[in-house]
């Protein structure tokens, strides 16, 4: 199912005017997740994948997806000036997220982690706790987005519970680097796409 979310009916985070004027699309979706209670002083010292015991993995993926995008304007103008390299660069990249990709894999074969079922936007994420919740704590989530398996440590807040349920919360993503915003962006709208593209071969 998905949702168009306008930013009064879900809280979101305010780190950002421009964004808190946005509208949000929230999806269900499937993915791997595990997540932390932390003390709120943790967010602003430590990087939120160093309260997993796979940090190291987090940390590599995470450098890998700041290089790319710190190179992406400059692939594109190689490729504009001489299309065979710009397609050599691409297909190296492709070859990157394969390994990382497999990194993933790896790492949640290790953990004997499964999917779960989420609600999801690129500002926050509602799911059904292991444990009960209380609205103001704070999380260390690590998200593994299907079917890619793209690796993200974040943090966040609990804001509000869903259908009056105790453990079904909804956590707003704090402090999010822009490479993470914009890559829960880019799932969500492939989620969006599979759904029209499963819904109008069902019609």
């Known amino acids: 199912m998905i949702e168009k979310t306008p930013e009064n009916s879900s809280p979101e985070p305010a780190d950002s005017p421009e964004l808190e004027r946005r509208e949000y699309f929230r999806v269900d979706d499937q993915i791997i997740l595990r997540y932390r209670v932390v003390a709120p002083d943790a967010i602003n010292n430590t990087l939120a ?38 397609i050599y660069l691409k297909s190296l990249n492709r070859k990157i997220d394969l390994i990382t990709g497999a990194l993933a894999v790896m790492d949640e074969a ?32 690590e998200l593994i987005l299907l079917p890619q398996h793209t690796g993200l440590a974040i943090y966040g807040e609990v804001t509000a519970k869903r259908d009056n349920l105790e453990r079904h919360v909804v956590v707003s993503f704090l402090r999010l680097r822009d490479s993470d915003r914009q890559l829960l962006a880019r799932h969500v709208l492939q989620v969006q796409i599979a759904a029209r593209k499963q819904q109008s071969q069902s019609t």
């Not at 997993?52 to 103008?77: G, M, P, T």
């Not at 999917?115 to 704590?137: D, K, M, R």
């Open 49 to 86: 994948e160093r309260h997993f015991d796979n940090a190291d993995v987090f940390a590599l993926l995470r450098e890998l997806r700041q290089i790319d995008q710190e190179n992406h304007n400059v692939l594109r103008s190689i490729a504009e000036t001489n299309r065979e390299l710009g």
């Open 110 to 141: 290790q953990q004997l982690q499964s999917p779960q079922p989420v609600s999801i936007s690129e500002t926050s994420l509602s799911f059904y706790a292991e444990t009960e919740l209380t609205v103001g704590t704070f999380v260390a989530l």
